[in-house]
């Protein structure tokens, strides 16, 4: 903003403004501040039981429960093959490009919600590339989405139905996009 003074409109404006603010509930603001701050998670090894992510509940894992979803777990040698090879066809496809992380979170929900529901098994889900910390800070946080996507699977109310992410062939988006294998349903 510049440091122009405010014409006598502006001041009436603004003094409109301040008046119908309310301030911050500063008990909310120190709740805020104590929640606790995503760190990298621990990798899991061996098989991927329901255990592996706290049960099956469909609830939402608090942050100091979550358990990473393993990149190499959980999928036998033929879907590795496929997945390795480009042949698989994902039975959908999920374009975050253009969300912000909020609503990108929310659709990355509710379209994992349906895909269980519908039985799907594998996911094409497209985030754009990773950026270096470097590049995001340069650019305005691009890669944001796709650095949050790991966070967002392990504490899913649906990551007990999640065999596997990998990320994708380059026929399919790369680097830029991940393969989600659901587990079968029983």
Excluded: C
């Excluded at 404006?13 to 119908?20: F, G, N, Y």
């Excluded at 098989?47 to 049960?55: D, Q, V």
């Excluded at 929900?109 to 985030?127: C, F, K, V």
């Amino acid at each position: 903003m510049s440091d122009r003074p405010l014409t006598a409109g502006e001041k009436a404006l603004w003094q409109k403004v301040i008046e119908t603010v309310e301030p911050l509930d500063q008990a909310r603001i120190s709740r805020v501040k104590a929640l606790p701050v995503a760190k990298k998670l621990p990798e899991v090894r061996g098989p991927i039981t329901a255990e592996t992510f706290g049960g099956a509940s469909t609830k939402a894992v608090p942050l100091r429960d979550q358990v990473a979803i393993p990149e190499k777990a959980g999928l036998d040698g033929h879907w590795d093959r496929r997945l390795n090879k480009g042949v698989v066809q994902p039975d959908v496809t999920i374009d975050l490009h253009g969300y912000t992380l909020s609503s990108a979170h929310g659709r990355l929900d509710s379209a994992l919600e349906l895909s269980i529901a519908a039985g799907h098994r594998a996911i094409l889900l497209i985030t754009g590339k990773a950026r270096s910390e470097e590049q995001r800070r340069r650019e305005g946080g691009r890669g944001a989405i796709r650095a949050a996507i790991s966070d967002w699977l392990a504490a899913s109310r649906h990551a007990s139905h999640i065999a596997a992410v990998r990320r994708a062939h380059p026929r399919h988006g790369g680097a830029g996009a991940l393969y989600i294998i659901l587990r079968r349903r029983r």
